[in-house]
């Protein structure tokens, strides 16, 4: 059993930066695509980026291109969000998700196993 843990979260400034880290164990990550997901309060659930259990392929929602990256390293079994130039609109728990052998899209009902969640608030 895939089991997934988020860590990195916190209160940042606007502009500042946080990485969120989604650990697994039970299983390696090598075979899975990964997505990240928030939902902030009052608010429906978005994909945020994703990455193709090949590592070809990364997807990222408009709002956070050129801000937000995806990694992988497989080592660690760990998948990175690295978040810059933060805003206060990306205030939200995220989620990682993993999907079997999957593309790393950011449709939701892809993905099999999820994370528990990790606090991110950006706030002055």
């Known amino acids: 059993q895939l089991q997934l843990v988020e860590s990195g979260g916190g209160l940042v400034q606007p502009g500042g930066s946080l990485r969120l880290s989604c650990t697994a164990s039970?299983?390696?990550?090598?075979?899975?695509?990964i997505g990240w997901f928030r939902q902030a309060p009052g608010k429906e659930r978005e994909g945020v980026s994703g990455?193709?259990?090949?590592?070809?392929?990364?997807y990222y929602r408009d709002s956070v291109k050129g801000r937000f990256t995806i990694s992988r390293d497989n080592d660690k079994n760990t998948v990175y969000l690295q978040m810059n130039s933060l805003k206060p609109e990306d205030t939200a728990v995220y989620y990682c998700a993993a999907d079997w052998r999957g593309p790393g899209r950011l449709d939701a009902y892809l993905y099999d196993y999820w994370g528990q969640g990790t606090q991110v608030t950006v706030s002055s």
């Open positions: 990455i193709s259990n090949s590592d070809t392929i990364t």
């Open positions: 039970g299983l390696t990550l090598d075979y899975y695509g």
